[in-house]
């Protein structure tokens, strides 16, 4: 009798264990495995604090902006020590937050406006994780550490001219790395024995670092709306994949096989200032991309199989009010999460028509500069003074906890992966959950 019992535990655990890893997800890259924020973890805490529910805390070298990025037992950050002026390529154990290897990688720059060097998140397919800096180093190691290429982009394309230095980060699909530089390319000064720089996509071999091809992307923004810091966003059209750049007063289809524009709608600034420089990225829902005009100004959403110069018309629909001047918004059970980040508010749309399913304030201390982040039917989202609001991703807003973990400034997006949520503030990485498995 004591044997059968000891057998049903053994039993009932291992099953427990199965179906907690069927559920664990990697999360490889900036906006999590669907490039839209969500994830399908399930069983995540809503209640912690800095001691309770905290699995590991891990001190980091410095603040800075890029998400920790997770692939099975391993966490890759990057940061910044503004005190050694130091660059770091790190990885930790996902099991215990302990250091597995540290790679110091160049010079910080100055710290203008919270941007210090290490604002792109790294990227990984499991095999190899790249890492890429405001100061344009790109370096690839394999999960042990050894480096197996790196390459500086400005030195090969040009300097970047940005008010904040680079702050885009790169995405990993189909095996090959897409990287988009929107920049004020005619007032650039060209370094002796380089082009003038043009904005433009760049497609890198991740395997050699070498490049596959360059489309340049020209418009005719002027001043500060030539620069965006935008992420290259995968589309799945129907006549093959896309990806989609926005910024610089236009939203931009290339086709990911060559890089050449498939189409371009160009209303993102409809008044023709001179400061409507870009920071959210494109979201898709199904065949509907959303994105969003500069500074807070509109959300928009089109049909992304088209051709074309396109106009108005192409739209499916505009809302006006409460956009993001610097969050992308959320993609998760088929809604469309916007925050505005100024505001505090949060805007639950559908995305097929724009309606306005709810909308509500988030009570917190300060604004927020990070995206949120979604999974197991809640979001995440951490403001600039360190406070994670946690609310319901269903018909209406409810709130489920409000968790402050102070070390502000926080900037970094909040990742989740292998049943844990990763909350990176300015000096420490918190792993939240309550079940650690090394499978």
Known sequence: MKALVIFLIISTISIYLINFNANAENWAQ????????STSEKNLPINWNKTENVKWVTKMPGAGPSTPIIWENKVFISATDEEENKLWAICLDRIDGKEIWKHE?????RNRNGNNGSVPSPITDGKCVYFFF????????????????????QDDHGEFRLSFYYGASPILYNDKIYLSVIHRYTEAIAKEGQP???SYLLC????????????????????E???AYTTPYPFESKNGLMIILAGADYVTAHDASDGKEIWRWGNLNPNGRGNFRLVPSVVGVGEILVFCEPRGGAIFA???NQEGLLTEKNLLWSIFENAPDVSTPLVMNGKLFVLDDRKRIITCIKPETGDIIWRDRLDTKQGFQASPTGADDKIYCISMAGEVVVFSAGEEF????????????CRSTIAISQGHIFVKTAQNLYCIGSVISAE
């Open 302 to 304: 089109m049909n992304g």
């Open 398 to 409: 409810e709130l489920l906890s409000k968790i402050d973990m102070g070390e502000g400034q």
């Open 204 to 223: 890198i071999d991740p395997q050699t670092g070498k490049d596959l091809w360059k489309q340049e992307r020209e418009t005719d923004a002027f001043n």
């Open 30 to 37: 900036w906006r999590g495995p669907y490039f839209n924020g």
């Open 105 to 109: 990688v160049g010079t910080a720059p």
């Open 196 to 198: 003038n720089p043009i």
């Open 225 to 227: 709306s030539m620069e």
């Open 134 to 153: 405001s100061t344009g180093d790109m370096i690839a190691y394999d999960m042990n550490g050894n480096q197996l290429w790196r390459r500086n982009i």
